[in-house]
């Protein structure tokens, strides 16, 4: 039977290991897009095998892994970040984006020149006993790698903060420019953030408890482990299940170029962009594609995406996303008022003109006709 402090530690531990494991073998999605999540799922793995083998008293295993552990560890937040990054950008994953882990990587170095260089194995299993007992070090050495232990240990939290506001800054902006890059926007605002603050900040209250007590508190009562590890458990299934729920967004890499360089375009007469726009949709009902977006539509117009946001916000007064389905809504009306399409229910109907989803249908009729689709149908009457 599991004791209270085995129970406690494994469960934040198959909480993470069960996601890295439904998120690894998925068949409906690219796993490659998925590669920063699962990286920051393994650290935070990483993490809690340390924390089993040291609460677990497997001491001699806990030193053994003590210095790979500082890096993965210190690098859950600029992980969990790069994550974001590479969700809400074109480009998905960049080489750069490395330069966050330079923090976690020269921690890891120092501790990796203390524990595997200065420290002999009698010291390091000293290092141990005094970080169980709380004690400070009295040699030069032990006190090196006590210093390094509390610099990685208030840098955790440090990036954790900094990261945190890095995140939903890079939400933020990607929300902004939302409705003027995609026509229908379902499934791409990241609105699960919001459950990840809240959980955020559980789990740095918990992080700040765990790290200003002596770990031999925890050790002598174990039922104040479910303080800091119960929160960890309840955010890392968070991200888990969001993340695995999460459609890539930006389609990476794109299937064409996009035309942002002047030099790529046919025109710079914003009238003439307007008039092939126009006949293009007119004839070739592109929007009726419910993934249609800016760059796409401006590849097929034969300009680059500048210009054409730039037709469509001065020339129309709307946003892309506006525009694109102000089209599938009087092609949805239409469509209504034939009888081919009058016997077609309110969800086939707004399928069938680029509508994802019945509740998008029904937000933009009323929007541009005052009713919803179905309300329209009853005037109808045919």
């Given at each position: 039977m599991l004791d209270q402090t085995t129970l406690v530690l494994l469960t934040p531990f198959f909480v993470t290991l069960f996601w890295i494991l439904v998120i690894s073998t998925s068949q409906h999605q690219k796993v490659n897009k998925k590669l920063e999540l699962l990286f920051f799922l393994t650290c935070g793995l990483v993490a809690f095998v340390s924390a089993i083998a040291f609460f677990g008293q497997y001491y001699k295993f806990y030193q053994l892994i003590y210095v790979p552990v500082v890096f993965f560890a210190m690098s859950q937040f600029p992980a969990f970040y790069v994550y974001i990054k590479s969700l809400t950008s074109e480009q998905g994953w960049e080489r750069k984006s490395l330069v966050h882990f330079i923090i976690p990587l020269l921690t890891t170095l120092a501790a990796a020149y203390i524990h595997y260089y200065l420290l002999?194995?009698?010291?390091?299993?000293?290092f141990v006993a005094k970080v169980i007992t709380g004690e400070l070090p009295e040699t030069r050495h032990l006190k090196l790698a006590y210093l390094v232990d509390r610099?990685?240990?208030?840098?955790?939290?440090?990036?954790?903060?900094?990261?945190?506001?890095l995140s939903n800054k890079r939400v933020k902006k990607h929300r902004s420019k939302l409705d003027d890059y995609f026509s229908s926007t379902e499934g791409k605002r990241i609105n699960w953030i919001r459950l990840y603050n809240i959980s955020f900040f559980f789990t740095l209250f918990a992080g700040i408890f765990f790290h200003s007590l002596d770990r031999k508190i925890f050790i002598d009562n174990p039922q104040l482990l479910a303080l800091p590890f119960l929160p960890l458990t309840v955010f890392f299934w968070i991200i888990g299940f969001h993340g695995h729920k999460q459609k890539t967004i930006y389609p990476t890499p794109l299937n064409h170029p996009v035309l942002d360089n002047q030099n790529s375009i046919q025109t710079s007469d914003l009238s003439d962009i307007k008039i092939r726009l126009v006949t293009l949709l007119d004839n070739e009902k592109l929007y009726l594609?419910?993934?249609?977006?800016?760059?796409?539509?401006a590849r097929h117009v034969g300009t680059n995406r500048t210009y054409l946001s730039q037709v469509i916000n001065q020339e129309f007064s709307l946003n892309f996303n506006q525009f694109i389905n102000k089209y599938r809504t009087k092609e949805a009306k239409k469509r209504l008022?034939?009888?081919?399409?009058?016997?077609?229910?309110?969800?086939?109907?707004?399928?069938?003109?680029?509508?994802n989803t019945p509740q998008s249908f029904a937000r933009w009729f009323r929007e541009y006709y005052g009713v919803t689709p179905g309300e329209y149908k009853k005037t109808i009457g045919l």
């Amino acid at each position: 039977m599991l004791d209270q402090t085995t129970l406690v530690l494994l469960t934040p531990f198959f909480v993470t290991l069960f996601w890295i494991l439904v998120i690894s073998t998925s068949q409906h999605q690219k796993v490659n897009k998925k590669l920063e999540l699962l990286f920051f799922l393994t650290c935070g793995l990483v993490a809690f095998v340390s924390a089993i083998a040291f609460f677990g008293q497997y001491y001699k295993f806990y030193q053994l892994i003590y210095v790979p552990v500082v890096f993965f560890a210190m690098s859950q937040f600029p992980a969990f970040y790069v994550y974001i990054k590479s969700l809400t950008s074109e480009q998905g994953w960049e080489r750069k984006s490395l330069v966050h882990f330079i923090i976690p990587l020269l921690t890891t170095l120092a501790a990796a020149y203390i524990h595997y260089y200065l420290l002999s194995e009698k010291e390091n299993y000293q290092f141990v006993a005094k970080v169980i007992t709380g004690e400070l070090p009295e040699t030069r050495h032990l006190k090196l790698a006590y210093l390094v232990d509390r610099i990685s240990k208030n840098s955790f939290i440090i990036l954790g903060l900094i990261y945190y506001w890095l995140s939903n800054k890079r939400v933020k902006k990607h929300r902004s420019k939302l409705d003027d890059y995609f026509s229908s926007t379902e499934g791409k605002r990241i609105n699960w953030i919001r459950l990840y603050n809240i959980s955020f900040f559980f789990t740095l209250f918990a992080g700040i408890f765990f790290h200003s007590l002596d770990r031999k508190i925890f050790i002598d009562n174990p039922q104040l482990l479910a303080l800091p590890f119960l929160p960890l458990t309840v955010f890392f299934w968070i991200i888990g299940f969001h993340g695995h729920k999460q459609k890539t967004i930006y389609p990476t890499p794109l299937n064409h170029p996009v035309l942002d360089n002047q030099n790529s375009i046919q025109t710079s007469d914003l009238s003439d962009i307007k008039i092939r726009l126009v006949t293009l949709l007119d004839n070739e009902k592109l929007y009726l594609n419910p993934e249609i977006n800016l760059p796409d539509l401006a590849r097929h117009v034969g300009t680059n995406r500048t210009y054409l946001s730039q037709v469509i916000n001065q020339e129309f007064s709307l946003n892309f996303n506006q525009f694109i389905n102000k089209y599938r809504t009087k092609e949805a009306k239409k469509r209504l008022n034939s009888q081919e399409g009058y016997r077609l229910t309110i969800k086939e109907l707004g399928e069938q003109c680029g509508f994802n989803t019945p509740q998008s249908f029904a937000r933009w009729f009323r929007e541009y006709y005052g009713v919803t689709p179905g309300e329209y149908k009853k005037t109808i009457g045919l």
